[in-house]
């Protein structure tokens, strides 16, 4: 079974276009109007083996916000279609850990269907805004936009833990961009023990 997915997203805002197989080598195609999050995304598929063709324009001379909530949109259903339905013989779970000097990133996920995002900080250092700091037009916030609508949108729950962050922006998501890439990998992966059933006691995953 080729778990893959192509998804057009049209708005009045951004245009989307993607395609994604989840059982990749990583190899990635991405242009975007946002260049830092070209370079997470890049991370992210790498990492995660998944290959990912990603097509964007959008309304960026006004805002970034819109097409960086609706790349995490598109993505999100795209990960969704790829699974299939019930999400037959997946680990379900998965957990990483991406460090960058002192700086940790943790991801957890579980693809659920029940869309759900958290952040946690762990061990801020003294004299730290990297929650309000911004790197070529990129904030923290944006980052928090991204996975709530991912999240959603795949249906799964998403919590990333950010352990002594640095006062660069760039470390802190690039530990995190690392680690969601390696979580989604383990739990997107295909579990023979499962023999193809669906991952939850209740026999179905929305």
Known sequence: MQRKADIERKSKETQIKVSLNIDGAGKTKIKTPIGFLDHMLELFAFHGYFDLDLSVTGD????IHHTNEDIGIVLGKAFKKALGEGKSGIKRFGDAYAPMEATVGR?????????????????NPPNSDYAGAELEGYKFAYFTHFMESF??????T????LQNPS???????????KSFGLALDQATTIDPRRQGQVPST???ID
């Open 107 to 123: 991801c957890v996920i579980d693809i659920s269907g029940r869309g759900f995002f958290k952040f946690n900080t762990e061990g």
């Open 167 to 177: 006062d660069d922006l760039h470390t802190n998501l690039e530990t995190m961009f």
């Open 158 to 161: 998403l919590s990333f833990t």
């Open 151 to 156: 999240a959603h949108n795949l249906g799964a």
């Open 202 to 204: 209740k026999g179905i």
């Open 60 to 63: 960026t001379h006004i805002d």
